[in-house]
């Protein structure tokens, strides 16, 4: 059988739409962490099949936003302590392997820059979801320096959780989740445009590690809601 003839492109569309859709339905908070997506519900209300359905929702659970549950089917993902301290380990390994990476020879900085101004832009905008958007656009462009596509597929997948998790817990505690560091991200933009590896190095491990400390504290705080339980 010639293998063009069994790959079936029309078919993938839909789901990669229902995951798309999803997607900005877990980040808009408007599908919040801890709720079940009814797969049957929504494939009676696109009339679509259920299996297109969990074509999309696996695509999902790809990206880091939904787990499946042996009873529940899948479920928009929490910040819990365990799942945060992971996704944090993992971005300092990818962004700091980046910037060991970059930087060797000359480089364009222009797209961090243009990074950065939008980041000021967003900040400045008041919409704490774009901001966090947009921050991790700026992360983004760092590790795309480096010139490396399983660099940057390996931050892509880990920036949709990402996103998640911080927006829900600087939502959940009332805090704004990155004006009060907007001006470290001008010292990483200098570091990395005089091509000063090592202080890139420093000021990225310094920015993250902190962000992780701040999202592992508002876990801790019982972020989850006063009517859950702790444990511990
Ligand atoms: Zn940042």
Redesign the pocket.
């Known amino acids: 059988v010639a293998l063009p003839a069994r790959i079936d492109l029309d078919r993938r569309a839909i789901p990669e739409q229902i995951a798309h859709g999803l997607t900005r339905l877990v980040l808009s908070g408007e599908l919040p962490p801890g709720r079940a997506l009814q797969e049957g519900t929504i494939a009676s209300d696109l009339g679509v099949s259920r299996t297109t359905v969990r074509e999309g929702v696996r695509l999902l659970e790809r990206s880091g936003l939904v787990r499946y549950e042996s009873n529940r089917g899948a479920v928009v993902r929490e910040p819990s302590p365990s799942n945060v301290r992971d996704v944090y380990r993992a971005r300092l390994a990818v962004e700091l392997g980046a910037a060991c990476a970059s930087f060797t020879e000359l480089f364009d900085a222009a797209p961090i820059e243009q990074a950065t101004a939008a980041?000021g832009a967003a900040v400045d905008g008041g919409d704490p979801g774009d901001a966090v958007a947009a921050?991790?656009e700026?992360?983004a462009a760092i590790v795309a320096a480096a010139g490396s596509t399983r660099l940057t597929d390996a931050f892509t997948g880990l920036s949709n959780e990402l996103r998640l998790y911080v927006t829900t817990l600087s939502a959940r505690a009332g805090q704004d989740p990155?004006r009060p560091?907007l001006s470290?991200?001008d010292a990483?933009t200098a570091a990395a445009r005089s091509g000063d590896r090592g202080e890139l190095v420093a000021l990225l491990t310094q920015?993250?590690t902190e962000?992780a400390a701040r999202a592992m504290a508002l876990v801790d705080d019982g972020a989850d809601g006063p009517a859950t339980p702790r444990r511990g």
Do not use: C
């Open positions: 980041l921050d991790l700026f992360h990155v560091v470290e991200h990483i920015h993250i962000e």
